[in-house]
């Protein structure tokens, strides 16, 4: 497989720069310093020694037994990022990003965020490296994520509520979008999925492959050979797309992407942009979208704000045209069922978001064998999600 | 000859800066847009910008923001925009019309049957302020086959690429005041001047200047060192403030009169 993205920020018809002028050089210029400082033996040093010593990697390959023999035959292994420092994949990324704008003599930082885990890990890495840190989050999610709100505000940064729109993840992202467009000269966007204008999808995957990597040379260690089925949850797609990316060229792996569909892909309320979606240019890149017949953006709904999102990362896009990955609908329902199955047969509490992957397995289950080796990619954790599962359950356990 | 050409020709002979106002297409709705756009005429413009309404315009600030939503609550749509330009050229508004949209809406039309609607409905150039030069080969080459004016965008930051986006420009060069998204302004970068001093080295075709510009005596100032002025936001807030006398048959000729008034103290 060649190289991808192409030199204009493609995978295939995917991606590209769809942007106003006035970020043009910025993003050129972000391109070069990544190509540049990502190269530098001291930049690969002092990344890695933040991801070791500051977050706690590498990340378990956890063998979920109990859960594997309650759901039949496959072994199921689920790879940890929820053991992260603030407690999500989110903070490979923020880490790199940060140490990024730092060698770019960038002070300030800006983020967007959904559920709040990228907002944090953003506020958490301008606190470590000495930034100031502004973080846009839709009005409703500051509602849904009172709590890391406040967790980001601790932390010492300005957390932004946005008004337009439907007043979430997207909204969020065109915000970001609008202040960097006042601000580019002195402030650094850390742009939290594997969305946006090149080079971010390409940046994010990259410093998000560390998660594939590692459980690649986990599961060899562990079973001797690569799994049949890598399952993750995906919303813009950072921690699939960290997760596949190892392996691509794998082909008897199986890459499964799950998406929200929040009340059901047959009802207008989800988030399932590959299921539902057409083409269309999004936030800077051409991907999958939600839209209708005159291109106006439809609003997502999940119960999960990190899935709640109507677009998705232009080589996602470009991985279910080529059919190297499949991408599958799961509901708010079936993700709260495996939320609280995963609970209760591991003793570990998944964020919504993850709920999803793990619902997807066990949708599969039934159809795997004894020798069929699955791995979860466990994106973090749901402490953040305790208050908004029990509004929903009504304090009752299904 | 391109309708765009032609009006810059004829203010060059004149000695005169073309005004470039812009509204919201559908804001407050179909008909009184059609209306305005005529005030807009009566009042010295020159060529008029018909903003398509987005549900996610990156490049516009809250003003715009704001006539969007309202024009998107009753459907307006890209198809609904360019019947707004036949019917205002029926009720005998002469001026060149530009259609101003992001460019999903554009996208999903399908480019070829696009272009063959923008000629039918009489729209000489397109501004699309999220396809950079990188992006648009191919809607560039289809627009100047159509012989519709695709006109580029140069910012401040852009420095070292003014030169290769304005070297195929049709129409003006649309030259961005201000970093940031549309929107009144007191104050422009600083080098602003030298900056539209070094785009009109590059080209010889027209430089209309954009972003920010709000009142009379700012467009008076652009007005010296370029070749037009495009206001968006402080028309599409005078509109938003007008919008209780339009929809009250007693003061809707009252509000349209606000609203020509307001546009001629821009004309310099």
């Given at each position: 497989m060649t190289q991808l993205p192409d030199q204009n920020g493609r995978f295939g018809e995917f991606g590209g720069r769809f942007v106003p002028e006035t970020l043009m050089n910025a993003l050129i210029h972000l391109e070069e310093s990544y190509n540049h400082y990502s190269e530098e033996p001291s930049f690969q040093e002092e990344l890695s020694y933040l991801l070791k010593q500051y977050s706690g990697r590498e990340t378990p390959l956890y063998y979920a037994e109990r859960l594997s023999k309650h759901l039949g035959k496959a072994k199921i292994y689920l790879k940890r990022e929820d053991l992260n420092h603030t407690g999500a994949h989110k903070i490979n990324n923020a880490l790199a990003q940060g140490v990024l704008a730092k060698r770019m003599g960038k002070q300030k930082v800006i983020a967007e965020t959904g559920a709040g885990q990228h907002g944090v890990a953003t506020a958490t890495v301008a606190a470590l490296l000495g930034m100031e840190c502004k973080v846009f989050m839709g009005e409703e999610d500051t509602k849904r994520q009172a709590l890391n709100v406040f967790r980001m505000q601790l932390l010492g940064a300005e957390v932004v509520p946005v008004l337009s729109g439907s007043r979430t993840l997207k909204d969020a992202g065109n915000e970001a979008l609008r202040y960097w467009v006042s601000n580019v000269e002195d402030t650094f966007y850390i742009l939290g999925s594997a969305v946006g204008p090149h080079p971010y999808p390409m940046m994010v995957r990259n410093f998000q492959r560390i998660i594939g990597d590692e459980t690649r040379r986990q599961i060899l260690e562990a079973e001797g050979r690569l799994p049949d089925h890598v399952v993750a949850a995906i919303g813009g797609g950072s921690n699939a797309i960290g997760m596949f990316y190892p392996f691509i060229?794998?082909?008897?792996v199986a890459l499964i992407g799950v998406e929200a569909a929040g009340k059901g892909v047959e009802t207008a309320f989800h988030a399932a942009t590959m299921s539902k979606g057409t083409k269309g240019v999004f936030q800077g890149s051409m991907s999958y979208l939600l839209q209708d017949n005159f291109g106006q953006v439809q609003e997502a709904f999940s119960i999960s704000a990190g899935l709640d999102y109507p677009g998705v990362g232009p080589e996602h896009s470009y991985l279910k045209d080529i059919e190297r990955a499949k991408y599958v609908p799961v509901t708010d329902q079936e993700a709260l069922d495996a939320l609280q199955l995963l609970c209760r047969t591991e003793g570990i509490i998944p964020a919504l978001e993850s709920a999803h992957a793990v619902a997807q397995v066990i949708k599969m289950a039934p159809g795997l064998s004894s020798d069929d080796i699955v791995v979860i990619c466990l994106s973090g954790r749901g402490d953040k999600d305790v208050e908004s599962i029990m509004a929903y359950t009504g304090g009752n356990q299904a | 000859m391109n309708l765009i050409d032609q009006t810059f020709a004829r203010l060059k002979e004149n000695q005169q800066t073309a005004l470039i106002p812009f509204l919201t297409i559908g804001d407050p709705d179909l008909d009184t847009s059609v209306e305005i756009i005529a005030e807009l005429e009566a009042a010295g413009a020159d060529i008029v910008e018909l903003g398509v309404p987005y549900s996610d315009p990156l490049a516009d600030g809250p003003v715009i923001q704001r006539a969007s939503q309202r024009a998107l609550k009753h459907q307006v749509n890209i198809a609904s925009c360019m019947e707004a330009a036949v019917k205002a050229r029926a009720a005998g508004v002469k001026l060149p019309f530009i259609l101003f949209t992001y460019y999903n809406p554009v996208l999903q039309f399908d480019l070829e049957r696009f272009f063959e609607e923008v000629k039918k409905h009489d729209i000489s150039g397109l501004i699309i302020p999220d396809l950079p030069v990188e992006e648009s080969a191919e809607l560039s080459k289809r627009a100047e086959a159509a012989e519709i004016h695709l006109i580029p965008l140069v910012a401040p930051t852009s420095n070292e690429r003014i030169k290769s986006i304005v070297a195929s420009a049709k129409g003006f060069v649309y030259c961005v005041s201000s970093l940031g998204v549309t929107g009144e302004r007191s104050s422009f970068f600083d080098g602003v001047e030298e900056f539209i001093a070094q785009v009109k080295e590059y080209t010889d075709i027209p430089a209309a200047v954009g972003f920010g510009i709000s009142n009379g005596e700012q467009a008076a100032k652009f007005a010296r060192i370029c070749d037009g002025v495009v206001v968006g936001s402080a028309i599409v807030r005078q509109i938003e403030e007008t919008i209780p006398l339009l929809q009250n048959v007693d003061t809707r000729q009252e509000g349209l009169l606000q609203i020509r008034k307001f546009v001629a103290q821009l004309k310099a």
């Open positions: 060229e794998d082909k008897e | -």
